[in-house]
């Protein structure tokens, strides 16, 4: 019975092409405008770590104080070199690990080539086990090699393929910025979206990074953040070492907690860490601290952008004005039947088969809706970049599951938006048809 249904939804489909055209054409319109933006808001707002990101966590410590916090009494974004190695000397989670951006020159071998720019960051042992970051050759370097502050760097897979052809080029020297360093790893194309991980010097949607050093290795060279820096109050230090004991943050760190009594344990730690700095007299006010996972970090940030928000609600409303439409044009359609339908209840036909007639029959238009919404869903895709800017309009991408999701919204909504044209065509009374005919 379902294909003998089918199969008269399509010839009634037929019967009435213009109107057929209009309702898929409204379908296939409003489909195409919602998983277009659906595309970006998916990209912007995805979980960028998801086996982990519920056990990852960034501390905040208020080192600025309430006259000079952002709103709402927040910590700083980030933190001082005081606190931050504050945090890695206390050790109070199984892993963790520090870091801010860097930006080097790189000197091809045998000076053939011009220097190269290579953005990166400098940080410790654990922040390859701690993020997942997949190599190609070689791996990360060890704690013991944190505390010697060793000359080992981490290349992306990007800038191997650059210099060395995308060979090995584990145990290889590299000259980044005049000084030499030995490449223990390369790692394969690794670059999350968002970078939840430094949300404090990019907008989480940056190219991927090329290099990876070692933190102690970068202080010790006195690098300079390449990425944000923030400071409050006297901006006095002239030298090294005291831009390190300034208020200004720069550092992100992370740790690594796997329960929630971690998670307490961890956020009593930075308490009483706050509260022994006003007690020395470095803070003169109360223990402030933060301790966010990383979607709450996310959301902290704002990663999602306010146009790509709007853009999905101003779609989805579009949507919603394409089904009422539908809605009218199905009732006329159904209802402009009324003479058959009373014909087939007098045969003995069902309230319930001329449910499934119709129901089925707006099903077929929303096939046709959504095959043709996903030819503009593939043109808006294409053309995201007018709304919104070039490094997150590259990120909405026409993958299968968007495909699906776009035949799915297209059958269920239409088929939704048929309930009530196919309640009243159910309800039609055959006498009354009979008599009038």
Not at 364 to 380: C, E, N, P, R, W
Request: glycine share 10%; charged share 20%.
């Amino acid at each position: 019975m379902l294909d003998y249904y089918f199969r008269l939804g399509l010839r009634s489909l037929r019967r009435n092409p213009m109107l057929t055209a209009l309702m898929v054409m409204a379908i296939g319109f409003g489909v195409a405008a919602s998983m277009t933006t659906y595309s970006v808001f998916r990209a912007v707002s995805g979980n960028p770590i998801p086996d982990k990101s519920a056990r990852l966590f960034t501390p905040q410590i208020d080192g600025w104080g309430p006259q000079q916090n952002l709103q709402n009494n927040e910590p700083g974004e980030a933190l001082g070199y005081i606190d931050a190695m504050a945090l890695m000397t206390a050790h109070k989670a199984r892993r963790q690990t520090v870091l801010y951006k860097v930006q080097l020159s790189v000197i091809p071998g045998g000076n053939r080539d011009l220097p190269l720019n290579a953005n990166g960051y400098a940080v410790t042992s654990d922040f390859f086990t701690m993020f997942e970051v997949p190599f190609r050759y070689g791996g990360g370097w060890s704690t013991r090699d944190d505390d010697a502050r060793a000359s080992g760097i981490v290349i992306s897979d990007v800038l191997n393929q650059k210099l060395f052809g995308g060979a090995d080029s584990v145990g290889r020297t590299l000259d980044l910025g005049g000084h030499d360093y030995q490449i223990v790893g390369v790692t394969s194309h690794w670059n999350p979206r968002p970078r939840f991980y430094d949300l404090f010097s990019t907008n989480g949607f940056g190219k991927e990074p090329d290099i990876y050093m070692v933190f102690n290795r970068a202080m010790d060279l006195e690098m300079r953040p390449g990425g944000r820096n923030s400071c409050r109050g006297s901006l006095s230090y002239t030298t090294w070492q005291e831009y390190l004991q300034s208020n200004c943050v720069w550092i992100t760190p992370w740790v690594e907690l796997d329960s929630p009594a971690e998670v307490a344990g961890y956020r009593r730690f930075l308490t009483n860490y706050a509260a022994e700095q006003q007690h020395a007299g470095r803070f003169n006010w109360a223990p402030n601290v933060r301790l966010r996972d990383v979607m709450q970090w996310m959301d902290y940030e704002q990663v999602v952008p306010p146009e790509s928000r709007i853009s999905l609600a101003v779609a989805l409303g579009f949507f919603l004005i394409c089904l009422v439409n539908t809605i009218g044009l199905l009732l006329a359609k159904f209802m402009r039947r009324a003479g058959e339908i009373g014909v087939r209840r007098a045969l003995g036909a069902t309230r319930g088969e001329i449910y499934t007639q119709y129901l089925i029959e707006a099903g077929t238009v929303g096939l046709a809706g959504g095959l043709l919404g996903l030819l503009f869903t593939a043109i808006g895709v294409a053309g995201v970049g007018v709304l919104f800017r070039p490094e997150i309009a590259k990120l909405a991408k026409l993958d299968p599951s968007l495909v699906a999701l776009t035949f799915a919204v297209a059958i269920v909504a239409t088929v939704l938006a048929a309930f009530y044209p196919a309640w009243r065509a159910a309800r039609v009374q055959p006498a009354w048809q009979l008599k009038s005919s």
